[in-house]
Antibody, heavy 119, light 110 residues
Framework: EVQLVQSGAEVKKPGESLKISCKGS????????IGWVRQMPGKGLEWMGV????????RYSPSFQGQVTISADKSISISYLQWGSLKASDTAIYYC????????????WGQGTLVTVSS | QSALTQPASVSGSPGQSITISCTGT?????????VSWYQQHPGKAPKLMIY???NRPSGVSNRFSGSKSGNTASLTISGLQAEDEADYYC??????????FGGGTKLTVL
């Protein structure tokens, strides 16, 4: 069974750093893209970027390029999303998802990680 | 890249059919047959309903269908059921080798 299990909720202050994780299981982690999606409170889905764990090839949405870093450790089947300096506007639920089919279409999703940034 | 344009809300009665549109540009929807649709119930992760414009993943009801004409893609739900009430998002591949979502449509089953 394909599963993506994300790390737990985080509460941070503005300016702090953060790294959240997404562990894949039940499939060949190195052969599928892993993507990250933001959902701000009460708002829609925003495509952030994807990584191919096999070779760490990465694509970022222009809206998120330079704002976050997507990485992966294929030895332990985990992808990471990290921030160097959080802002209050980073408060959101972040989902990871497996990219399949033709062009990063997400067929399996993690349960989401709530990140709250508040002073 | 701008979000794809979807109606904010649609509604229908049980048993009826509804269609949700998703309008982009020739750099995304119109340029590639890589449009997908997601269903999201409150407090839940999204679920893939349609990929590559009109293909259904295994396990998705055949009441859900997708199509595309020019820069506009559409999701049709036939035989509307109460459980279909949810938010729906389209997504398209783009010329930047990334993807973009639509703003989302809230479906209400009357």
């Amino acid at each position: 069974e394909v599963q993506l299990v994300q790390s737990g909720a985080e509460v941070k202050k503005p300016g702090e750093s953060l790294k959240i994780s997404c562990k894949g299981s039940g499939y060949s982690f190195t052969n599928y893209w892993i993507g990250w999606v933001r959902q701000m409170p009460g708002k829609g889905l925003e495509w952030m970027g994807v990584i191919f764990p096999g070779d760490s090839d990465t694509r970022y949405s222009p809206s998120f390029q330079g704002q976050v870093t997507i990485s992966a450790d294929k030895s332990i089947s985990i992808s990471y999303l990290q921030w160097g300096s959080l802002k209050a506007s980073d408060t959101a639920i972040y989902y990871c998802a497996r990219g399949a089919y033709s062009a990063y279409e997400f067929d399996y999703w993690g349960q989401g990680t709530l990140v709250t940034v508040s002073s | 890249q701008s979000a794809l344009t979807q109606p904010a809300s649609v509604s229908g009665s049980p048993g009826q059919s509804i269609t949700i549109s998703c309008t982009g540009t020739s750099s995304d929807v119109g340029g590639y047959n890589y449009v997908s649709w997601y269903q999201q119930h409150p407090g839940k992760a999204p679920k893939l309903m349609i990929y590559d414009v009109s293909n259904r993943p295994s396990g998705v009801s055949n009441r859900f269908s997708g199509s595309k004409s020019g820069n506009t893609a559409s999701l049709t739900i036939s035989g509307l059921q109460a459980e279909d009430e949810a938010d729906y998002y389209c997504s398209s591949y783009t010329s930047s080798d990334t993807r973009v979502f639509g703003g989302g449509t809230k479906l209400t089953v009357l």
